[in-house]
């Protein structure tokens, strides 16, 4: 054999052997990204088996050649919800859903612009999308080539792969694992797919359970008269601390640190005549997806999915902020995050007034993720909603300041120096960037116990500061943190305070058995978060 010859038959069996390498780890990838563990590639991969037989099998070229795009198509989508199910699991504690799940990759997409800048999460996406791209005619080619080199070899080749399959169900019918929850009989692709059909129908069945329990709700039919009459004269705010879990609070590295403010917290509040009873509520969240927390508050509903929240939104569930409105309070909300109108607002909690980041006067720089400072957003709250004569005032507001990914963070200043928030101008380039931080969790867990000071400072500052006796809030956290902060298997428990200078107000709620102060120990009671809004209701109605 003449030495072109040679070469080109080397260059035929590198090129064999890196398709048949290429299809094997594209089909292994998927438990390989789910276990993390080299052992998930001593597995036997059923799709590529199959494939490459019903190849062999086909006679036509155009065939065998979208057999092959759909096929390689299948296998990257099962090694995406993998890498999908893996974030979500790490940072929301839930696995991607297929079915509801895209519009929460919008915000994912939003924290990461937040954080790296929007150069950088387009180049992020762009990267994305050509890596699965390329994955894509990467698998069918090699799933091509692979089929033309065992067509030459047809029986022989049909012979082996009826006796790997043999192999292949003998495993599967035992059960051999090498690594939790990866069978050595490997069907990922084909796995992924059944299990996205599954979420469809649990779906469907899901729907019809939620529209049940929505439809049965006693207080909707309460006339004006019978709602929240302990609660009459008063401004009530429901703010929702972002990120404030139990971890906040209670036995982690950072937890010192926040008790101490909120011990401080306790006494200014009782040197100027407040009472605070606190508890813990189980959130329908984990790690973000904030807005599935304040529906389920608000709603008595469990909205634990984006699947949910859109189908309860949607209908004309009572939601608190709509009881506050039936009953006479004017209803604001201010969310410092949004920069656009926010529908759902209007339509579902029957808010009157939207307050976001472009309609409050702010000026100042960006914090990360958090377009207006907390003490910022309290200030503006009281100069243009509280100070000025006015009917009595329910909102909700969202503090946003303790949002991944804590840093930089802004620091408190005085009240009156704050003005149009240009003041904070040159706050964010005394912290570090997100992407030196995130190198050390420990660092992480530090700046977000830093964030919770921040922002529980901040709310009893602007109480002791403003000490208005007609205030009633209603403070807590929407979830935990994620799970580098929270750390692996962490419960959905979050912090609730009730805030009054009337002692009425507590009084009201005597028999919850809540603490007193804002800091619950590990013997506070604990309740779901949907069963807050029926016992907010009765505790405060006629």
Known sequence: MTRPHRDRSVWRVVATVLAALIVFLASLAPGLIASDSALALLR????????LAAM???????????????????LVLAAIIAALDRVFVATVGRPFDVVSGW??????????RDSTGTPGAIGILALVGVLAVAAVVAI?????????????????????????????????????QLVAGEPVAAADGLSAAASSVDQVQVAAHDQA??????????????????????????DVVI???????????????????VDAVLRSGNAALAAHGYTERSAFLTSSTFGGISWLAHSTLQSGLWIDSQRRYDQVTAGTRFTLAAAFRKAGWRTVSDVPSDSAPWPV??????????????NVGYKGPIFSYAQVPDQYTWAYFQQHELTVPHQPLMAEIDLVSSHTPWTPLPKLLPWDQLGDGSVYDPQPAEGLPPSVVWQDPRHVQQLYGESIQYTMGALTSFLTTFDDPNLVLVVLGDHQPATIVSGPGANHDVPISIIAKDPAVTQRIASWGWQPGLLPSATAPVWRMDAFRDRFLTAYGP
Do not use: M
């Open 56 to 74: 062999i099998l086909l006679p036509w070229r155009w065939a065998r050649r979208t057999l092959a795009v759909l096929v390689a198509l299948l």
């Open 140 to 176: 069918a080619a090699a799933l091509l080539r692979l089929a033309r080199v065992l067509t030459r070899r047809r029986r022989p080749s049909l012979i082996a792969a009826s006796a790997v399959t043999a192999g292949w169900l003998v495993l599967a019918l035992v059960g051999v």
């Open 345 to 358: 607002g209007t339509s579902f909690y029957h808010y009157e007034q939207e307050l976001n980041a472009t």
């Open 44 to 51: 036997v991969p059923l799709e590529c088996i199959l494939a």
């Open 209 to 234: 359970v939620l529209d049940r329990a929505a439809a049965s709700d006693p207080y909707a039919a309460l006339p004006a008269s019978d709602l929240l009459t302990g609660l009459k004269g008063k």
């Open 239 to 257: 703010a929702f601390v972002e990120s404030y879990g139990q971890v906040a609070v209670q036995g982690t590295s950072f937890s010192p640190g």
């Open 103 to 112: 519009s929460e990759l919008v915000d994912g997409y939003g924290v990461v």
